[in-house]
């Protein structure tokens, strides 16, 4: 639904942050947020762009490795786990899933999420030029969804971090 110039349709699970260009030798993230109170099967669900990452397949000796529960925010990186952990301070009770194969593009590209079906879940197209602020292209900054109830594939729904490298996993700084 469209009202005016501003889209109000809401995504379930969104791509809520993405670190395409970090600073130095740090990985790249991108962090995935589940906007409702349905968990979701996540099993072998795909990130593509210019990276690769397939979730893992359901296992019964750790089923709660593919579900994403309510509100769960989980981090996908170029790195292993402990590597993006200490880089960026992320707890333990986030979960890291990683390492995917590729690189995000310094000058932008579209980032796709897909079920096991091959159904587009979440699609966003980031860019280092024009309406994107260039605070994330290597300065150490990310760049944050500001609305999960309003359309991903929007720039005007997104800005930069307040801190340097972001808050993989956590709620963004106001």
Not at 24 to 46: H, M, S, V
Not at 95 to 106: A, N
Not at 115 to 132: A, L, P, S
Request: net charge negative.
């Amino acid at each position: 639904m469209v009202f005016g110039l501003v889209s109000v349709r809401s995504e379930t699970v969104v791509i809520s942050e993405i670190m395409y260009h970090a600073p130095g030798n740090k990985p790249e993230y991108i962090e995935i947020y589940n906007n409702t109170l349905t968990p979701f099967d996540i099993a072998d669900w795909r990130l593509r762009g210019g990276v690769e990452y397939d979730f893992p397949s359901f296992t019964a000796s750790n089923p709660a490795l593919t579900f994403l529960k309510p509100f769960e925010r989980i981090v996908l990186t170029s790195a292993d786990s402990a590597t993006l952990r200490a880089v960026y301070n992320i707890p333990s009770t986030v979960r890291v899933y990683g390492p995917w194969q590729g690189h995000l593009s310094d000058g932008g590209e579209r980032i796709t999420l897909k079920d096991k079906n091959g159904v587009i879940v979440c699609t966003v197209e980031y860019n280092d030029r024009r309406h994107w602020s260039p605070a994330a292209d290597g300065a150490g900054h990310s760049l944050v969804l500001k609305d999960p109830n309003r359309i991903v594939d929007d720039w005007r729904n997104w800005t930069v971090s307040q801190r340097p490298d972001g808050t993989p996993g956590t709620e963004p700084v106001a």
